[in-house]
């Protein structure tokens, strides 16, 4: 009896979404090499895709006869991963779409659920260690956020970032040449050259962080723009300008009580996971479920200061600086401003590894509800 009630949230017929073009360009080595000896040796029946351009895992999700698995793995980086849930939330029978497990076996250069799932468990991130967790069929909830700006809509499931952080999450895409190396070489050019971002972050606190920023005026927090967060009455399109499926979360803003802090920024950060990839702990307090995103608020700096807070990302120990501001929220808006000096430009609000949004109009607002869970 044992045995079985062991086996008994096993998956038995998986389909398995490779990207062969993420990360090192591995994808189907790992799944050739490392995913399918295991797979076959437990007897679990799956069918293979592979993604052939941007945006396929989404269609695939989007149109898939989910009587016919009962699991979707990934074997990508996170942006795939992203896609899937998309593609199920844009389903007309979303509410049931959304009850098929996901998995994702890092493939990637940004590996950010695989390693906060495998952390989270107390496994070392591998790929077999990824492997076998969804052959046990260890699941756990995930909170999934809507992000709207005007009449856009995205699903996130890890992050959404402002400042420093997007501007090299982005910008270093032009050195990918480099490796990994990539990413420290450009940190360390833009703190070099350290860009300062005016604007203004509303946010309504998660108990116990009610003292965060200032109170907000319900008059200023209200409908700025014509933006409302992420309410029903906005009719917010997702990407493919489709209002069927989940209609984000439904928020009667005058009910919440907002907060604010003002720029300049050098990076606002929100993590619905610990890590952000392999080796970043953007928000080492992060749950996947506890209904909150976490915010670390990378307060204006000495240059030399944010190169000793990118230096302790690896373990998060960088929030317990005075410079940063660490919380959780239920919902938030970003109001993005200029960069301080002259030639001011707008940000990158990147979430999830796409861009979002080009700030360079200081108008746009980004908010940020309160998210809906994937159980
Ligand atoms: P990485 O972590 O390296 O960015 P991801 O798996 O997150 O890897 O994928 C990165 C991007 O590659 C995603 O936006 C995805 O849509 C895109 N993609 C998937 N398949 C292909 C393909 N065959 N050619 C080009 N891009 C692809
Ligand atoms: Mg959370």
């Not at 999450?169 to 971002?197: C, H, P, Q, T």
């Not at 005016?198 to 946010?203: A, S």
């Not at 409302?228 to 989940?246: P, Q, V």
Request: charged share 25%; glycine share 10%.
């Amino acid at each position: 009896i044992r045995d079985r009630l062991a086996s008994f949230g096993r998956p038995k017929r998986l389909l398995i979404i490779v990207n062969p073009y993420g990360g090192k360009r591995s994808g189907r080595s790992i799944f050739q090499n490392e995913v399918l000896p295991l797979i076959e040796a437990t007897g679990i029946l799956y069918t293979m895709q592979e993604t052939k351009r941007r945006l396929h895992a989404q269609e695939i999700a989007h149109s898939l006869d989910l009587r016919k698995y009962d699991g979707i793995v990934c074997v990508s980086g996170d942006g795939v991963l992203v896609e899937v849930v998309n593609g199920l939330l844009q389903r007309e029978d979303w509410e049931t779409a959304i009850k098929v497990p996901l998995g994702i076996i890092p493939a990637g250069t940004g590996n950010g659920m695989a390693q906060s799932l495998l952390h989270a468990a107390g496994e070392p991130f591998s790929i077999s260690n990824a492997v076998f967790a969804i052959i046990r069929g260890h699941k756990r909830a995930l909170d999934v956020t809507s992000v709207v700006q005007g009449k856009t809509r995205f699903f996130s499931v890890l992050m959404l970032t402002w400042g420093l952080v997007a501007d090299v999450d982005i910008e270093s895409e032009k050195y990918r040449w480099m490796g990994s190396a990539r990413i420290d070489f450009y940190v360390l050019l833009r703190v070099l050259n350290l860009r300062r971002y005016n604007g203004r972050v509303l946010f309504v606190p998660a108990p116990g962080y009610e003292e965060v920023g200032e109170p907000v005026e319900r008059s200023t927090s209200c409908k700025q723009n014509g933006v409302s967060t992420g309410s029903h009455e906005d009719k917010a399109n997702d990407r493919n300008g489709s209002t069927i499926g989940y209609p984000g979360p439904s928020i009667q803003e005058a009910d919440l009580e907002w907060r604010s802090l003002n720029g300049p920024f050098i990076s606002v950060w929100l993590g619905n996971v610990p890590f952000a990839s392999e080796d970043v702990m953007a928000a080492p307090k992060a749950e996947f479920a506890d209904g909150y995103l976490d915010a670390a608020i990378i307060k204006d700096c000495p240059r030399w200061d944010v190169m000793g807070l990118m230096v302790q990302l690896k373990d998060g120990a960088y929030v317990n600086s005075p410079y940063v501001e660490y919380f959780k929220v239920k919902a938030i808006r970003i109001e993005p401003g200029l960069r301080v000096g002259r030639n001011a430009k707008g940000g990158i609000i990147d979430s999830d590894g796409e861009v979002i949004a080009r700030a360079d109009e200081p108008e746009h607002l980004m908010a940020y509800g309160p998210p809906i869970q994937l159980t």
